[in-house]
C-alpha cells in the first residue's frame, strides 16, 4: 500500500546557490527537515534568471538530491522570488459597504485586496504581493482585525510588492520544464523573516537584512507588521569579485579566501599575517597578506551596509534607533562573514544579531541546515506549511525505481590556502515564536498570483 504524507517543499533560486528543501511539522510544532538539495546556481544573476537551460539543470539537480535524501517524489514547489528588479510601494485603498449591518468579513477585505490588485503599473511591471497593514473602519485608525466588526466605509494601508513580469515568467518557466508544478510564490525576505525573527522583533521594530550571493534583502517590520521592503543589487559574489581582481587569484580560491580567513574588520590582523595560495599548474605559490584581504572586504561591506542603512533610514527618517528598538537582524550566507556584525553596528549604530533558522527546527536538525545559509529555504517551507495546510503537498514515498537520472556533483580538486582556522562562534538560543494574525493574512495571498503564472505558462505552449 502507498504511503502519503502531507510534506512541504521550499525552492530557493539564488544567484550563488539553489537549494530544494522538503520538511513536515513534527508533533511539537517544530520543522522536521526531510532532505535537502543544493546546486551551483549557474544561470541567475543577482537574483534574475540569465540563462534558462542552466537555470532548469541546477533547479533538477538540486531537487534529484532532496528526493535521494529524503526518499520522497517532489511534485510541487513554493518558490522565493529576490532580485534587483523588485521594488515596493505603500498605497491606501477603500470601499463602501452596501450593507453595513452585516459585519466584515474575509469577503471584503478579500474584495479590498482585489481592488488594489487592479493598480495600474508601470509598463512591463506586475503585482507579486498585497500586504494589508492596518484598517480604517468609519473613521475609526489603528485597527488590526477589522472581522467581525461593522461599518459602511472599510479603509485600509497597504505594502504593495512590485517586480518585473518577465523576470517573475522566467522562473516559473524554469520550474515547470524542470517536471515539477509551481504552488506558492513568495518574496525571499518576507520568507527569511519568518525563519528568524520572533514576533517580539516585528512588534517592537526591527530590520532584517539578508546578505545573498547577488542581492541583499531588506525588510522593515514594526507593531508586528511588515512596513518596507527592498532589494540591493549587491552581495557577496562581489566582494569576492573584489577579492579575485585585488589579489590576482582566481575565483574559487578568492571564494575560498573570504570563507576562511575573511574579517570586515581590518584592524583585527597583524602585519605579519599571511596565507598561502597554491600556485597554477605548478607556478610558485602565492602569498597574500591578511591584512590586506580584511581591507578589500571591508571596503565592499561598508559600501553594501551603507546602501541598506539609507533604505533602513527612508523608513525610520534620520534615526531609525528610536523606531527600531529590536534593531538588526543579519542572516544569509553574507552574514558567516567574521566581524560583520560589529561593522554593521559601528556603521548604523543598531543593536544586532545573527539570524539563525534553528529555532524553528526540530532538534536532530543538522548543525548544517541550522546556518543562516538555509534561512530563506527554511522560511520557504514554513510559509507553505503555514500558507494552507490542506492544500500541503502531496509526495509519494520512493520505492525500488529511482526518479529521476540523478548525476553527483563532480568532486573538484582541492584549491584550499593553508592557514589554521579560528574557532566558531557559539549560536545564541532564542525565544519561540509564534504566528500573529497579520502574518496569517499575509500568507493568504500567494494562489491567485501563482494562477497567472500558471495561466501564462499554459498559453506560451
Not at 273 to 284: A, C, H
Request: with cysteine; hydrophobic share 35%; net charge negative.
Amino acid at each position: 500500500m502507498e504511503n502519503k504524507e502531507n510534506i512541504a517543499v521550499g525552492l530557493d533560486i539564488g544567484t550563488t546557490k539553489i537549494v530544494a528543501m522538503i520538511g513536515k511539522k513534527n508533533e511539537y510544532g517544530k520543522l522536521e527537515i526531510l532532505g535537502v538539495g543544493k546546486a551551483k546556481s549557474l544561470g541567475v544573476a543577482r537574483g534574475v534568471v540569465n540563462n534558462i537551460t542552466q537555470t532548469i539543470q541546477s533547479i533538477q539537480q538540486a531537487v534529484a538530491e532532496a528526493e535521494e535524501n529524503s526518499g520522497y517524489k517532489i511534485n510541487d514547489v513554493v518558490v522565493g522570488i529576490a532580485g534587483q528588479h523588485i521594488r515596493s510601494i505603500q498605497h491606501t485603498d477603500y470601499i463602501s459597504r452596501s450593507n453595513p449591518e452585516e459585519v466584515i468579513s474575509g469577503k471584503d477585505i478579500q474584495i479590498l485586496i482585489d481592488q488594489v490588485n487592479k493598480l495600474a503599473m508601470l509598463p512591463g511591471e506586475e503585482i507579486i504581493h498585497v500586504l494589508p497593514q492596518e484598517f480604517k473602519i468609519d473613521g475609526q485608525s489603528e485597527i488590526k482585525e477589522p472581522i467581525g466588526m461593522f461599518g459602511a466605509r472599510l479603509e485600509a494601508s497597504f505594502h504593495v510588492v512590485v517586480g518585473q513580469a518577465s523576470s517573475i515568467r522566467n522562473v516559473g518557466r524554469c520550474i515547470q520544464s524542470s517536471g515539477i508544478e509551481l504552488s506558492g510564490l513568495t518574496l525571499e525576505p518576507l520568507a527569511s523573516s519568518d525563519a528568524v525573527l520572533s514576533q517580539e522583533e516585528k512588534e517592537a521594530g526591527v530590520a532584517l537584512i539578508d546578505i545573498g550571493g547577488g542581492t541583499t534583502d531588506l525588510a522593515i517590520f514594526k507593531d508586528g507588521i511588515i512596513r518596507h521592503t527592498a532589494v540591493i543589487p549587491f552581495g557577496g559574489n562581489v566582494i569576492t569579485d573584489d577579492i579575485k581582481e585585488g589579489c590576482s587569484i582566481i575565483e574559487k580560491q578568492a571564494d575560498l579566501l573570504k570563507v576562511k580567513f575573511g574579517s570586515a574588520w581590518p584592524g583585527e590582523n597583524k602585519d605579519n599575517e599571511i596565507v598561502s595560495i597554491p600556485g597554477l599548474r605548478g607556478r610558485e605559490p602565492k602569498e597574500i597578506s591578511l591584512k590586506n584581504l580584511s581591507k578589500i572586504i571591508h571596503a565592499r561591506v561598508v559600501e553594501i551596509i551603507d546602501q541598506v542603512f539609507t533604505e533602513i533610514k527612508l523608513y525610520g527618517h534620520e534615526d531609525p534607533r528610536k523606531k527600531l528598538i529590536a534593531g538588526i537582524v543579519l542572516t544569509g550566507g553574507g552574514a558567516q562573514l567574521k566581524h560583520i556584525k560589529q561593522l554593521v553596528e559601528y556603521i548604523t549604530g543598531m543593536d544586532t544579531r545573527i539570524g539563525y533558522p534553528n529555532e524553528h527546527l526540530a532538534g536532530n536538525s543538522s548543525e548544517e541546515i541550522s546556518s543562516p545559509l538555509y534561512a530563506t529555504a527554511v522560511g520557504l517551507v514554513m510559509n507553505s506549511i503555514a500558507n494552507n495546510t490542506q492544500s500541503a503537498y502531496r509526495l509519494e514515498v520512493k520505492h525500488a525505481e529511482p526518479i529521476r537520472n540523478y548525476v553527483p556533483p563532480v568532486v573538484e580538486q582541492k584549491v584550499e590556502p593553508t592557514l589554521i582556522e579560528t574557532e566558531k562562534t557559539k549560536e545564541i538560543p532564542k525565544e519561540p515564536d509564534f504566528i500573529s494574525t497579520q502574518d496569517k493574512i499575509k500568507r493568504s495571498f500567494f494562489d491567485k498570483y501563482v494562477d497567472k503564472i500558471k495561466d501564462f505558462l499554459d498559453n506560451a505552449e
